[in-house]
């Protein structure tokens, strides 16, 4: 039996009394490690769905939820608005408001789907960005029409989108709590580059999952923007499963949203009706995978500290001046 009088009080490591009674202590926590962050709501942390890729797919997420008591403030998707028709998004957006939770949606064509060659070499060429100004235009379409239907959430895998839907928010032509989510495919990884996204326009910025937990902690030094985290990454992601640094990743990278996405499942992107069971099934895991992760935070005494329901916006934050990126008229 475990003497009540030897149990922190705080936050504790895990395995942390059994180790130290074997002369394995962990060192401190130190201080200087903690994010002085937080979301305006005062919360240090949110939680997100990822990969919800139409309306089936999107009840089966929240009625899991709700079954599980596992709060989702943001629903994800990734194969584009393009993939889906105005009824669909509507009933995404309803949805979504019904339960207090924000919907994104990922924004127009990128490499990996169209022509170019580059993205199916060992390089990868240049990723997921959008190729020429058709596909830029894409993703302006996209984004204008989402918005038009009720998004206020959009997801963007190339910093010109970025810089350029945020142009277009400044001037009104999207709507102003508009919110901007950059993609883990092209995600910072040190804190000048993570810097120059929010300066660009980005309201959360997914860094890739295998950043340790000092990168977070240096990140937080130079940015106060939300970051997105996959607390268990696909596999294309690198299919890392970091379930047991939750408690650091919100101490060190707060204010974060921890995602639920999945590692061993098959691909799902661009979605279609041909992938409907495995949809689902996933889906339906990831909101299971959230109650494990839930569960873990409260045992270590470190679940405090969530947003409200229906929490989304980021709080203020710092951006190139308007006029960047504007195309000059001669030299």
Not at 33 to 46: C, I, L, N, Q, V
Not at 84 to 96: F, K, N, Y
Not at 169 to 195: H, M, Q, Y
Not at 218 to 239: K, N, Q, T
């Amino acid at each position: 039996m475990t003497d009540a009088s030897i149990e922190p009080s705080g936050p504790r490591r895990p395995g942390e009394a059994a180790l130290a009674s074997l002369g394995y202590a962990c060192p401190a926590c130190d201080p200087a490690d903690a994010s002085p962050h937080a979301f305006p709501d005062g919360g240090t942390w949110r939680t997100e769905i990822p990969s919800v890729e139409g309306p089936e797919a999107l009840a089966t997420v929240l009625k899991e939820a709700e079954a599980l008591d596992v709060p989702v403030h943001r629903i994800s998707q990734g194969s584009g608005v393009w993939m889906l028709t105005d009824a669909e998004i509507r009933e995404m957006v309803g949805a979504c408001a019904e339960h207090g939770a924000e919907l994104c949606l990922f924004t127009g064509p990128r490499g990996t789907w169209d022509t170019g060659a580059g993205t199916r070499t060992s390089s990868g060429g240049a990723g997921l960005r959008a190729r020429g100004h058709d596909a830029l235009a894409g993703c302006v379409e996209d984004a204008l029409r989402a918005a038009e239907l009720g998004v206020r959430c959009l997801l963007v895998a190339d910093e010109g989108v970025l810089l350029t839907l945020h142009r277009l928010r400044e001037r009104g032509a999207l709507p102003a709590d508009t919110t901007f989510k950059v993609s883990a495919l092209i995600g910072p990884v040190n804190p000048a580059s993570f810097a120059v996204f929010e300066r660009l326009g980005a309201d959360s910025i997914n860094v890739p999952s295998d950043l340790g937990l000092e990168h977070l902690t240096e990140i937080r030094r130079v940015s106060r923007a939300p970051m997105d985290f996959y607390l268990e990454a696909p596999d294309d992601l690198g299919g890392y499963v970091r379930m047991y640094d939750a408690a650091e990743l919100i101490r060190r990278g707060a204010p974060i949203y921890l995602k639920f996405g999945l590692s061993k499942a098959p691909g799902i992107y661009p979605y279609g009706a041909h992938l409907r069971d495995l949809t689902v099934e996933t889906a339906r895991e990831r909101v299971r995978r959230g109650r494990l992760a839930l569960d873990l935070l409260a045992r270590l005494g470190a679940g405090a500290g969530m947003s409200p329901r229906g929490s989304r916006l980021p709080g203020p934050l710092h951006r190139f001046p308007e006029d960047t990126g504007s195309t000059p008229e001669g030299n």
